[in-house]
């Protein structure tokens, strides 16, 4: 059973940075697309930014040139530096990995930036 679990949400002020971490466990594959969605209230989960399994990155617009997605294969983690952090960032941040035929996704955190 493939379990992520995610960490490094929390409060920020308008500017400030967070980093997120999600360390996966239970999958038989170690070279996976693996990134990060989010939820913002009222609005459709999506992409951040993630690693596809041949390990280029997508980030979306909104995010490019202020997150940045990094991983440790060794430690079946990935990371997503956030810097210069706006209000319009305020999500539920969710993890995902994709072993063959199946998405699995984290519990998600939350990530709350003040005005």
């Known amino acids: 059973q493939v379990q992520l679990v995610e960490s490094g949400g929390g409060l920020v002020q308008a500017g400030g940075s967070l980093r997120l971490s999600c360390a996966a466990s239970?999958?038989?594959?170690?070279?996976?697309?693996m990134g990060w969605y989010r939820q913002a209230p009222g609005k459709q989960r999506e992409l951040v930014a993630g690693?596809?399994?041949?390990?280029?990155?997508n980030y979306a617009d909104s995010v490019k040139g202020r997150f940045t997605i990094s991983r440790d294969n060794a430690k079946n983690t990935v990371y997503l530096q956030m810097n210069s952090l706006k209000p319009e960032d305020t999500a539920v941040y969710y993890c995902?990995?994709?072993?063959?035929?199946?998405?699995?996704w984290g519990q998600g955190t939350q990530v709350t930036v003040s005005s």
């Open positions: 995902y990995r994709d072993d063959p035929g199946r998405r699995y």
């Open positions: 239970g999958s038989r594959f170690s070279i996976n697309a």
């Open positions: 690693f596809t399994s041949s390990g280029s990155t």
